[in-house]
């Protein structure tokens, strides 16, 4: 089995930050993408960030220039840094990884999400 936990969300004000991280673990080969997604109450769940093994990123729009997606390979560990926060980044994030747990099994996982509320 394989497991994300996530961690580092909570309250904060607009204009302020917040770091979410995201431990992998369990039976783990390999870790390709990796990923930030959020939902709002009432809405689809969307993309915010993704990482891949060599560190290439995306990013939504909306969050272009305020977040920042890392990861560290070697302890199976996803970040996300968000600056500059506002009322509308207010959900909950969930992690996510495309993970092999050998050569001829993989999947994506999705971490049970942490919650982000920007107050004004």
């Known amino acids: 089995q394989v497991q994300l936990v996530e961690s580092g969300g909570g309250l904060v004000q607009a204009g302020g930050s917040l770091r979410l991280s995201c431990a992998a673990s369990g039976s783990i080969f390999r870790i390709n993408d990796m990923g930030w997604y959020r939902q709002a109450p009432g809405k689809q769940r969307e993309l915010v960030a993704t990482i891949t093994r060599d560190g290439y990123t995306n990013y939504a729009d909306s969050v272009k220039g305020r977040f920042t997606i890392s990861r560290d390979n070697d302890k199976n560990l996803v970040y996300l840094q968000m600056n500059s926060l506002k009322p509308g980044d207010s959900a909950a994030y969930y992690c996510?990884?495309?993970?092999?747990?050998?050569?001829?099994?993989?999947?994506?996982?999705w971490g049970q999400g942490t919650q982000v509320t920007v107050s004004s």
């Open positions: 996510n990884a495309y993970i092999l747990s050998s050569m001829r099994s993989s999947n994506t996982y």
